[in-house]
């Protein structure tokens, strides 16, 4: 016995709760419960699970490639109905979902794609070139005579990290009059978001027009940096609507926020899967996007999660 598949089994105990089927069960995983945004998923998720009539497996990935993928394993290994999953690393969780797909446990994936894995029921998410597409219109709206730009990318391996980034260079490349300064990982995270702003705002000889952050995470943390070192005039620009990114854009810490409509994603994610289970159906198309939107002060009425913000 492997080491992964002892991993798996020990999962797999502690997952059934005492149960020794999962016939009415759908796994529901996130890369890791440490993000605001993934806990909301994760609401989402359990929400629209228990009203199809089916009972939630909750799966923490804990940012860890290998956790996430032992939870997907002990979940195979109890027979659920169904995965609906947004994956830490979308290389890394292929083998996993494979499995899935191999032992006719229907895979709807979420916000994170993995196009090597054929197979896959559905994949729900934003159309994150777009969004990263919706941040550079953005910044050329509003220094139409040029800007210089800190750019703070998401975690290395993540889908939304590489097609966000691949969308805010689609628009201001090829345009002399919008130079990237500085552009480096952070993450996904709110002290990396702080350390490397810090590091980048202290490497130049003078402040930037823009920070643009692939989350509202490191938007959050490069504002406390810009604050520490006492500049104003900023604009940083954020991704995800996360409640407090939106209490920021309303007072002013933040100049925008991209919206994704997450609980919409995963709604829907759950959504195709439940119709695939009960009667076979399968989505017209296996590719289901939203648009993202900019949000900005004049526009907050439209984020999904405005009523959470104080």
Partial sequence: MTRRTVVASVVALSLMSGSALAADKILASVPGLSFPFFVHMMNAFKAEIVKQGYEAIESDGQVSSPKQTADVEAAITQGVKGIVISPNEVDAMAPALQQAVEAGIPVVTVDRRVPSVEGILAHVGADNVKGGEAQGNLIMSMFPDGATIINLQGQSGASPAIDRNK?????????????????????????????????????????????????????????????????????????????EALAQVRDGGLTATIEQFPGQQSALGVQTLVAFLKDGTKPAEKVLLLTPVAVTKDNLNIAERLGEVK
């Fill in 167 to 243: 969308g805010l260079h689609n628009v201001l490349d090829g345009n002399d009059k919008y130079k990237i300064v500085f552009e480096q990982t952070a993450g996904f995270a709110r002290d990396k978001g702080l350390s490397v702003t810090e590091a980048a705002l202290s490497g130049l000889a003078e402040a930037p027009k823009v920070i643009v952050a692939a989350n509202d995470d490191m938007a959050l943390g490069a504002m406390e940096a810009v604050k520490a070192r006492g500049l104003s005039g900023i604009a940083i620009i954020g991704f995800d609507a996360l409640p």
